[in-house]
C-alpha cells in the first residue's frame, strides 16, 4: 500500500500545482487584456481543483477503509 499512497500523494500535488498554474495564468491574462472571461475561467480552474482534492482524498479513505 505505500505505492498507492505515495501515487495518491503525486497524484494530488500534480493536481494543485496545475491548477496554481491555471489560475494565475487566466488571472494575468484578465488583468493584461481587461477580459472578464478569462476571471471565469480562472474560477472555474480553482473549482475544478477543489474538486480534485476531494476525489483524491475519497479514494484514500476508500483505499483505506478496504485494506
Known sequence: MK???ASLG???TTILIFTA???LGMAFAGFYTGEWLYFVAGGLFAI???S???VVRALRATIEKNK
Request: proline share 0%; charged share 15%; aromatic share 6%.
Open 52 to 54: 480534485g482534492v476531494f
Open 48 to 50: 475544478s481543483g477543489v
Open 10 to 12: 503525486g497524484a494530488l
Open 21 to 23: 498554474i491555471g489560475v
Open 3 to 5: 505505492k498507492t499512497k
